[in-house]
């Protein structure tokens, strides 16, 4: 069955980085597209970056864009979020998510539980 | 950018009551190319993960109630759940895909009256 374990969350202080990490089972993880998806807390879902099965086509939004990077890597069955220059309202729980098929614009059909990122002094 | 919005922001009603939950996109979701409208509605409980109930604004995920129901096209859709139960609350949010920049509505809480 398709399984999507996050982990790297944590506590870190404005201005810091952290390395969110997605690991994939159940599935041919290199053919589909993924995404990360954030909710910070008691609010809603925030879409955050997205990235081809290949690794060629990679989209953020304009809220993370030049401070994260998303990444996967195929052999690992591993998706990747390096977030940099943390602030405040970076503070969420992460979601990683898949794309319901091999196409490029699909609905999410499988999430992981989540990893809480709290930023911080 | 799409933007999403919803109404009402919460609604509580009776066991067994009719829920009707709308979506607005602010441009159409549905693609000329094949008449498929890029619009899908999530369920979500305390504490747990979303999960996908319907895709292409009216298709039923595998597994999902037959008392949820989506309609709807272009810009203006809906989620109707016909006879509200108890494992029914949650909240609830539309999701647009047409644009790989994704985004969700703001969502809707359901509750028991």
């Known amino acids: 069955q398709v399984q999507l374990v996050e982990s790297g969350g944590g506590l870190v202080r404005p201005g810091g980085s952290l390395r969110l990490s997605c690991t994939a089972s159940?599935?041919?993880?290199?053919?589909?597209?993924m995404s990360w998806i954030r909710q910070a807390p008691g609010k809603g879902l925030e879409w955050v970056s997205y990235?081809?099965?290949?690794?060629?086509?990679?989209y953020y939004a304009d809220s993370v864009k030049g401070r994260f990077t998303i990444s996967r890597d195929n052999a690992k069955n591993s998706l990747y979020l390096q977030m940099n220059s943390l602030r405040a309202e970076d503070t969420a729980v992460y979601y990683c998510?898949?794309?319901?098929?091999?196409?490029?614009?699909?609905?999410?059909?499988?999430w992981g539980q989540g990893t809480l990122v709290t930023v911080s002094s | 950018d799409i933007v999403l919005t919803q109404s009402p922001d919460s609604l509580a009603l009776s066991l067994g009551e009719r829920a009707t939950i709308n979506c607005k996109s602010s441009?159409?979701?549905?693609?000329?190319?094949?008449?498929?409208?890029?619009l899908a509605w999530y369920q979500q409980k305390p504490g747990q993960p979303p999960k996908l109930l319907i895709s292409?604004?009216?298709t039923r995920e595998s597994g999902v109630p037959d008392r949820f129901s989506g309609s709807g096209s272009g810009t203006d859709f809906a989620l109707t759940i016909s006879s509200l139960q108890a494992e029914d609350v949650a909240v609830y949010y539309c999701?647009?895909?047409?644009?790989?920049?994704?985004?969700f509505g703001p969502g809707t809480k359901v509750e028991i009256k």
């Open positions: 990235i081809r099965g290949s690794g060629s086509n990679i």
């Open positions: 441009r159409s979701v549905l693609s000329t190319s094949n008449n498929k409208n890029y």
């Open positions: 999701q647009q895909y047409y644009s790989v920049l994704f985004s």
């Open positions: 292409w604004a009216s």
């Open positions: 998510a898949r794309g319901e098929s091999e196409a490029a614009q699909q609905p999410f059909d499988f």
């Open positions: 159940g599935f041919t993880f290199s053919d589909y597209y």
